[in-house]
Structure formats: C-alpha cells, structure tokens
C-alpha cells in the first residue's frame, strides 16, 4: 500500500507531465491552471518549462490588472459609437484637452476566436499597415516583456488636417 507521500509526488509529477504537454501545444492559459494545483509555494527553478509557465501566469496577472482600470467605468473615455450589435469604440484625450495632443481609441467587440490567437496578431506590427487605412509604417520599438511592447505607428492623415503626417509614440498600447 502506498503512503500518502508517494501518492502526492505521483499525482505531481502526473500534473507536471500534463503541463509541460499544454505548454508544448502552446496552451499556456490551461498550463498556468494546471500549475496552481500544484500550490503557490511548489518550486519552479529547476523546471524550465514550469519557469516559463509561471512566469506567464504572472505577466497574465499584471497584464489585466493594468488594462482593468480602463475598462471599468471613467476613465475618461468618451463614446464615439455603442450601438447594440455593433462594436463599441471610445476615444479619451491624454493631454487634457489641448489641440493636437495625445489621443488614445478603444475599440470593444466579441472575436470568436482564442484570446492567444488574437493576441498573435496584435503583435504583428509590421503587418498593420496593409490592415489599417492610412498607416504608413509599424514598428517595435521595444520589447518590455512577452505582453507588452512599446511600439511607433506612422499614419497618414487626410489633407485637411494639421500634419501631412504623424507619428505616434504608445508606450502602453499592447
């Protein structure tokens, strides 16, 4: 008969066989779910793959928590369209109101697809001017971590606006 320690460290080492399955389909979310089973105080340095998990598990963490005050209500977002079945888009003015400052936009909407998917293409800077009307160029400028990047969007404005161009510097767009 097996003691209850033997059967903890084979139920553990099931869940670790498991999560290292998950995390090799790239199925992070259902890994870092997987990984709390296994405690907040179990030991992760030894296991690359347990690491990189729970590392994950905490960018994920910080990453809602810094999008979360935006998405409640304020935030000084104003609505500039929220039609039911529609998507709903926002604007909010970062500089206070003053003519030509920095303007952020929201954009909410139901995509049936998995979250990481979506997230794939967000990243794919490079690719959004041929999916953006009016963007000349994309770039990174740099990597901050796995979810968030500081990137420079050049977009083309029509005539009648200020600037025949402008660039704009987000330093929490994704």
């Known amino acids: 008969m097996a003691s209850a ?8 080492s099931h869940v670790i066989n498991e999560i290292h399955e998950l995390f090799l389909k790239d199925r992070f979310s259902a890994a870092v779910e997987l990984l709390k089973k296994l405690g ?6 030894s ?7 729970k590392e994950f598990g905490e960018e994920m963490c910080n990453l809602v928590n810094s999008v979360a005050p935006n998405t ?5 977002w104003k609505v ?3 039609s039911k079945g529609k998507d709903h888009v ?5 500089d206070g109101g003053e003519l030509g400052g920095k303007m952020s936009f929201r954009v909410e909407g139901f995509v049936e697809a998995p979250l990481l998917n979506l997230a794939s293409l967000i990243y794919e800077l490079d ?8 963007m000349i160029k994309a770039r990174t400028h740099a990597t901050i971590s796995n979810f968030r990047l500081a990137p420079v969007l050049e977009s083309w404005l029509p005539w009648y606006t200020f600037f025949s161009s402008c660039r704009h510097f987000n330093f929490n767009l994704c």
């Open 5 to 12: 320690k033997e059967e903890v460290s084979i139920d553990e």
């Open 80 to 82: 500039i369209c929220d």
């Open 47 to 53: 296991d690359d793959v347990l690491r990189k998990v």
């Open 90 to 94: 926002y604007y909010r003015d970062e």
């Open 72 to 76: 409640l209500d304020g935030g000084g």
């Open 127 to 134: 690719m959004w001017p041929n999916w953006f009307p009016g």
């Open 40 to 45: 907040d105080d179990f030991d992760t340095s």
